[in-house]
């Protein structure tokens, strides 16, 4: 990224406006599309999709269910149904092959949110002021664990942002708007990216659950890779790039092999180069047609 240039730019000029936006648009579409299916029925008594999020009927035959959730109930010592336990089966299935943090990238709609206040804290060029570990999620993930133990109730579930979006929704304004708007002003004016980043236990749960999911992203052409940084930019964690995009030097692979990983593609959108990809775990090889910088048509 030049000075005065957005992050992107480089890409909308040698690929295209679409080519250069075609993994957020898709995403979007994911995330509002599943939004839509949950909203259909309160909003217009078209019931495809009965429940919320956290567990859910289709067509009143597939049982969805948030193992986070699911953890949650057993360890305030709820019995779940054995439909709760088939569909959270479904859910860790689905997750190990795609990689947790998809659920992040793909279909929590609290993400839209906190996209929009990464994109305007960049517009603005707003410091953070208050920096977190990013292992805070984990303490603050075994936290609400704890206090399901303890208070035997889904306390955690009061004030989960995810839950809140579709409280938001369906019974309008109340304590679950303020909480969205508290939010997007902490993400956007007081720590960049700091709620799914840095705090938020759903995304760290899911993170666990995809430590050895099998889609990745692959910086595999990396050797064509010009330091223009857009793609630190634009990720929601940045950190996780760069053992993959600069080791091939200490023998490392192209993989992106943390489960911090969103697999949200922005990556694949902004590179001009092409340097990424979605691959699966198995594609790890340092050995690949793009080693050479000199391979590479100008
Ligand atoms: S980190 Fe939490 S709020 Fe952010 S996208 Fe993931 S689940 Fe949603
Ligand atoms: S590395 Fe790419 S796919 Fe992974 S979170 Fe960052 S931008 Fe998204």
Not at 33 to 40: A, E, N, V, Y
Not at 94 to 120: E, K, Q, S
Not at 269 to 293: A, P
């Amino acid at each position: 990224m030049r000075a005065g240039q957005y992050a992107g730019h480089d890409a909308v000029v040698s690929k295209g406006w679409w080519a250069a936006h075609k993994w957020l648009l898709l995403r979007r579409v994911s995330q509002l599309g599943i939004l839509g299916l949950f909203l259909l029925g309160p909003w217009f008594g078209v019931w495809i999709v009965e429940g919320s999020l956290a567990s859910s009927l289709t067509l009143e035959w597939l049982p969805l269910t948030d193992p986070y959730l699911l953890l949650q109930m057993l360890l305030s010592g709820g019995r779940p149904m054995q439909v709760a336990w088939i569909g959270a089966a479904i859910v860790v299935v689905f997750y190990l092959l795609v990689g947790g943090r998809a659920y992040c990238a793909w279909v929590c709609p609290v993400n839209i949110i906190t996209d929009a206040a990464a994109w305007l804290n960049r517009r603005l060029g707003f410091k953070s002021t208050a920096n977190f570990s990013r292992s805070t999620r984990y303490w603050i993930l075994a936290l609400t664990l704890l206090l399901a133990l303890l208070t035997g109730s889904l306390a955690w579930e009061l004030v989960n942002p995810v839950s809140s979006v579709y409280r938001a929704l369906v019974f309008g304004i109340g304590s679950a708007w303020l909480l969205l708007v508290a939010l997007f002003l902490f993400d956007a004016f007081v720590s960049r990216r700091g709620w799914c980043g840095h705090l938020c236990p759903v995304g760290a749960f899911y993170s666990l659950l995809g430590k050895a999911s099998v889609v990745r992203i692959s910086a595999v052409a990396r050797a064509r890779c010009n330091d223009c940084m857009d793609c630190f930019e634009v990720c929601p964690e940045p950190q996780v790039i760069r053992p993959a995009l600069k080791g091939e030097a200490s023998g490392a692979g192209p993989l992106i092999l943390s489960p911090n990983c969103t697999n949200c593609g922005r990556c694949i959108d902004v590179c001009s180069k092409d340097v990424f990809r979605i691959d699966t775990r198995f594609n790890n090889s340092t050995n690949n047609q793009f080693l050479h910088k000199t391979e590479v048509a100008p």
